[in-house]
């Protein structure tokens, strides 16, 4: 992997460095201290800007994407994910990586980090691994009117049970405080592209990483953020350009 922007050296790290885990984990590193919640989107898209290939988001991946996927992780305290892409690509709990073991517990985080899944209906697999066995009780984002059965089923699994909202949609801005105030300022949102159009343009978004994937979909694929449009539209600049095998791995920052 490579870096081409900044060019190598301006910052400090090299070619090199991003080969390794503790290097992606530099150029990924969250602001410190953390002065009040981070929030950062991680998202792959086509060149045709598609989020998903045949339904999924996995066939316009590379190993590349996987490895930072995996640091990105590694360095939240909490990934945020709406409840359709959890079905749709079967989410599994995070697990513990042990190149972060210590650098986990010197922040106070847990050794991986919780899920918080947003959903309205509450229509989840409740036995799925996500809820049974996960290292870190997962999270259940909801509204003060989601159905008192959805309710009783997440919490019978073992589910903390988050209200964000007073009707039946997580309102962005509650989400990130009640996450903050648990101790969770380290957020990755991991989308779906509606959900995450929802926070961006609530304007709690302060970083999108987008790898940007060398291929062509076509067809009807949803976007990154298919929802409510971004007032501005804001501005982000770019921070990181890395690149592997014709991905691009972008970060940019709300300016």
Known sequence: ??????????????????????????????????????????????????????????????????????????????????AETVRQEGYRPARARPAFTEERAARGQTPAPAVAVLSRRLDLDFDAPLFREPLVPTMVLTGLAAPAAGLAAARAAGAEVVVAGDGTEVDPARAVRELADRGFVRLLHEGGPRVLAGFAAAGVLHELCLTVSPLLVGGDAPRIMNGPAVPGPARFHPVQVLEEEGFLFTRWVRH
């Open 1 to 82: 992997m490579q870096r081409l922007y900044p060019p190598p050296g301006v910052d400090g790290g090299s070619e090199e460095d991003l080969d390794a885990v503790s290097g992606l984990a530099r150029a990924y590193a969250y602001p410190e201290p953390a002065a009040g919640p981070y929030l950062r989107a991680n998202m792959v898209g086509s060149l045709d800007g598609a989020a998903r290939a045949e339904g999924r988001s996995a066939p316009l991946s590379s190993a590349g994407d996987m490895r930072i996927f995996g640091v990105l992780r590694a360095l939240a305290d909490v990934v945020l994910v709406g």
